[in-house]
C-alpha cells in the first residue's frame, strides 16, 4: 500500500489558516512544569527549556509513506494548517546548524506516541527529538489550539520561541510550514543583533 500523494511536496491550492487569537495568551507564559518523552528514550523537562533558547513546534501529525491521513486525503487537505508536517520537519533538519549555531536547541512536538513519533524521526533523518504529548498534559497546561479528526485530537501548528523557560514569542497560524524554520531563525537573528 502507499500514500496517493508526495509526503514532500505541498499542493498549491491548501487552505490558508487565518489567526483566530487562540495563541494570543501565550506571549510571556512561563512553560509548565511537565516532562514529555523524546525520540531519544528520555524525559524532557519543559520548564527548564531555553538556555539561551529553545524552539518548540507545534504539529498535527507526521505522516507514513504508506498511509494516508486520518479521514483521507480529501479532508486532510481542507483543514486550514493541518497539511505540511513532513516539509516543515525537513526544513528544521536542513537549517538545524544554523538554529543551533544561535543557541537554539529545537524540538518537534505533537500529540502521536513516541513509537509513531521515533518512525519519522528515524526516516527522515532529524538531528534533534520529537516530543510526544500524548497525554494531552502541554496541550492541557497552554490551553493550546487543537482540531479533531478521524478521531484524533492534534494540535494547531504554531512554533514557540523559548528564553529561560518563558514563551518568548509565539508563531501562528505557522504558513506555509516549510518555511517556518527560516522564520524563526531570521527572529533569533535580529534578536542577536538588536
Known amino acids: 500500500m502507499s500514500r496517493s500523494d508526495d509526503l514532500q511536496t505541498l499542493p498549491p491550492d491548501l487552505p490558508v489558516p487565518v489567526d483566530d487569537g487562540a495563541c494570543d495568551h501565550l506571549p510571556g507564559r512561563e512553560l509548565p512544569a511537565i516532562e514529555l518523552l523524546s525520540t531519544r528514550g528520555r524525559r524532557v523537562a519543559l520548564r527548564e527549556l531555553g538556555r539561551p533558547w ?7 501529525r507526521t505522516g507514513l509513506p504508506d498511509r494516508d491521513p486520518p479521514g483521507g486525503l480529501t479532508l486532510w487537505d481542507a483543514i486550514p494548517g493541518a497539511r505540511g508536517c513532513t516539509p516543515q520537519a525537513c526544513s528544521y533538519r536542513d537549517l538545524h546548524r544554523d538554529l543551533t549555531a544561535h543557541g537554539a536547541e529545537v524540538f518537534g512536538v505533537s500529540t502521536q506516541d513516541t513509537a509513531y513519533q521515533r518512525e519519522a524521526a528515524e526516516r527522515l533523518q532529524l538531528p534533534f527529538e520529537l516530543l510526544s504529548d500524548a497525554g494531552l498534559d502541554l496541550v492541557r497546561a497552554l490551553a493550546l489550539p487543537t482540531f479533531e479528526v478521524a478521531g484524533f485530537r492534534l494540535i494547531r501548528r504554531l512554533t514557540l520561541l523559548v528564553r529561560g523557560g518563558r514563551i ?7 504558513f506555509p510550514p516549510d518555511a517556518d524554520a527560516e522564520r524563526v531563525l531570521a527572529a533569533l537573528r535580529a534578536r542577536q543583533s538588536a
Open 54 to 60: 529553545a524552539v518548540l513546534y507545534c504539529y498535527p
Open 168 to 174: 518568548e514569542r509565539c508563531f501562528y497560524p505557522v
